[in-house]
């Protein structure tokens, strides 16, 4: 999962390969390089760490050329060093990739026998020095990537550029998403539109198994059988893209703040709230009446919103929901019926494993559902119907404000299951529509416990561990907030159902232990109090995330308590996920951790 580009353009091109790079950070951020053709010559410049590290080595030694590619790494094969860093190159050709070439040791004895010399640890050099014997051979630029890509296993997108041929770029893509930009006299190729926003908003993207040849004047596209083919020629709507900090520190704390906002946006587009109906934004293609199971597949962050909707699904529409993270889907050859429902979440909609389940559950004749938060990724192509979520571009690495708009639309889709399902009336429905209304301004008074989580992230940065509670639909937003303090702030952090606390993890409790309890005034307030009983009993620490009630009827003593706006239970996780998110960034801020990049992560994870 890296982020690749590549230019011909009217001057030098340098500049810009940077400048898309910046855009593309968010796929990986280990090391970048850049090579573009000096004269007759391919030059590299490339550095480990972040882009600025490149920056600053191309500030040192510039390179001119017209016609260039470059790279964004998060490392799978090989340490993130320089040697390994992107582009990988012989002589007489560059290449970029992003993805995994699953049989590289066996074609990397192949070639070193034939004597080729490898420079690096990683599967990509395999690449470069493949197409490279078939240059040696005589075979044309073309000739040898065509002769090359059927003896790739695995999954890539690959930018080539070749010495001698100013006026030629080629892309492959099989697994790996990849778009070429139409530009005035000048062509790109790039991971996503969001690379290519600063060019062009004019855009195909690559089917899989196509590879395409492209010179200044034109993009001539071939199918995994060789043939000539013609892609449909988009407008991204990427170059609108705000990719800036505000006046924000980071882009996490950003996104935290544009929830009230966003999560508005994405209910409008969800419910009419004249009628206090839901008004999905696309139709159909079925009866939830004829649905037996609903399959939810997803990671990480997107897998707990999931979770959270099992129960929404459940109890609106009666409808027995299975909930799987994607890796463990894909190979466990789930039994789904034709006709079933899958539905697959994801912000990026590129991720490798949902789109992988969400192909084996096409192959099923599973009807597919993606709840996703870019329309143009491959996820939202591939699936038979879309649900977008309006988050808008998510550049922190951990998510937020996709999470939450994510929750917004399984709200409105699960209403909507219980109507199609006869098991929610018009005046239930009027009623959970009601709630779910008010949820932006209960985000935005959420917010406003930031002063105080802000002083309590001090105490949470001295622990070494931290617990998370949580009961029914508050028991995902425990996992979630472990998660989220764990990618951020590094410091460890388990979520646990409240009620499982007493099977296991209570023997971690100690005075040394802060213990997070989310905990809203709800029909299992009872219950958790009962826990959190248990966790005082032992000296553990804790913080009360819940509403005034509950703080008034909580009977054990806390650290601090949160108070939260009070709210119908139903859909206290998408508001309640505000303080979780802030406790993270807080503590990640304390601790002086890199919150928006933090290390060993990539926003979108396109290898198994
Ligand atoms: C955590 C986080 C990840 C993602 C996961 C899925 O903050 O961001 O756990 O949620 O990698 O990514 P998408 O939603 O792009 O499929």
């Known amino acids: 999962m890296c982020g690749i580009i590549g230019i011909l353009g ?7 390969l940077v400048d898309s790079l910046k855009r593309l950070e968010y796929r990986g951020y280990d090391s970048a390089g850049v090579a573009t053709l000096e004269g007759d010559h391919l030059d590299r410049r490339r550095a480990e760490g972040k882009l600025k590290n490149l920056e600053k080595r191309l500030a040192q030694q510039p390179l001119s ?10 490392a799978t094969h090989g340490k993130p060093t320089e040697s390994n860093a992107h582009p990988h190159a012989t ?6 990739h992003n993805g995994i070439i699953e049989n590289f040791r066996e074609l990397r004895a192949e070639l070193e026998k034939q004597g080729a010399r490898f420079a690096s640890e990683t599967d990509t050099e395999t690449v470069v020095h493949l197409v490279n014997s078939y240059l040696l051979k005589g075979h044309t630029p073309q000739q040898a990537v065509a002769a090359s890509l059927p003896q790739l296993k695995g999954a890539f997108a690959l930018a080539f550029l070749f010495k001698g041929h100013g006026d030629l770029l080629i892309g492959a893509r099989k697994g790996s998403p990849l778009a070429m930009g139409y530009g005035d006299g000048e062509m790109f190729l790039g991971s996503d539109a969001i690379a290519l926003a600063p060019f062009t908003d004019t855009i195909s993207y690559l089917d899989d198994g196509d590879w395409v040849e492209i010179t200044r004047g034109s993009g001539v596209i071939h199918d995994v059988s060789g043939a000539v083919v013609k892609r449909d020629v988009l407008k991204s709507g990427a170059s609108s893209f705000l990719v800036d900090k505000a006046n924000y520190r980071h882009f996490m704390a950003k996104e935290i703040h544009e ?6 946006h994405t209910l409008a587009r969800y419910v009419d709230m004249g009628t206090e109906r839901v008004m999905l934004p696309a139709r159909l293609p079925f009866d939830f009446n004829d649905i ?5 597949t997803a990671c990480g962050t997107a897998s707990y919103a999931g979770f959270v909707a099992k129960y929404w699904f459940e109890r609106f529409a009666r409808v027995p929901v299975e909930l799987d993270v994607a890796s463990e889907f894909r190979y466990r050859e789930a039994p789904l019926r034709k006709g079933d429902l899958a539905i697959f979440i994801s912000q990026s909609g590129e991720t490798a494993d949902t789109l992988a389940a969400l192909r084996y559950a096409k192959s099923q ?3 597919t559902l993606s709840v996703v938060n870019v329309p143009t990724s491959t996820i939202a192509r591939e699936s038979e119907i879309v649900m977008p979520t309006l988050a808008g571009p998510e550049i922190g690495v951990a998510s937020t404000k996709a999470f939450t708009c994510q929750l917004m639309v399984l709200a409105a889709l699960a209403i909507a299951a219980g109507r199609g399902r006869g098991e929610l009336s018009e005046a239930d429905e ?14 935005a008074a959420a917010l406003t416990t930031e002063p105080q989580i802000e002083k309590l992230a001090r105490e949470i940065a001295k622990s070494k561990d931290v617990l998370y509670l949580g009961r029914g639909t508050s028991y995902p937003l425990a996992l979630e907030g472990a998660l989220k303090l764990k990618e951020i702030s590094y410091i460890h952090a388990e979520g646990y159902a409240a009620g499982e606390l007493k099977h296991g993890p209570i023997a971690l409790i100690d005075e040394t232990m802060p213990v997070v309890v989310i905990a809203p005034y709800d029909r299992v307030f009872e219950k958790t109090v009962s826990n959190m009983q248990e966790v005082a009993a032992r000296g553990g620490n804790i913080i009360l995330m819940t509403d005034a009630k509950g703080a008034e009827e909580a009977t ?4 601090v308590t949160i108070i939260m706006p009070d709210m119908a239970a139903t859909f206290t996780p998408i508001v309640y996920a505000i303080p979780v998110q802030l406790l993270a960034y807080h503590t990640a801020v304390v601790m002086g951790t890199d919150v928006d990049q933090p290390r060993n992560l990539a926003k979108s994870v396109t290898v198994e």
């Open 430 to 443: 009027a009623k959970l529509v009601h709630g779910l209304v008010e949820v932006p301004r209960l985000i």
């Open 91 to 96: 002589d007489n050709v560059a290449v970029v």
């Open 365 to 367: 004749g599973a009807h």
């Open 292 to 296: 037996q199971r609903i399959s939810i």
């Open 10 to 16: 009217r001057g030098p091109v340098a500049e810009q």
């Open 259 to 264: 929830q009230p906002e966003v999560v508005g």
């Open 556 to 559: 054990v003593e806390s650290l």
């Open 65 to 74: 050329g017209h016609a260039g590619i470059g790279h964004t790494r998060w």
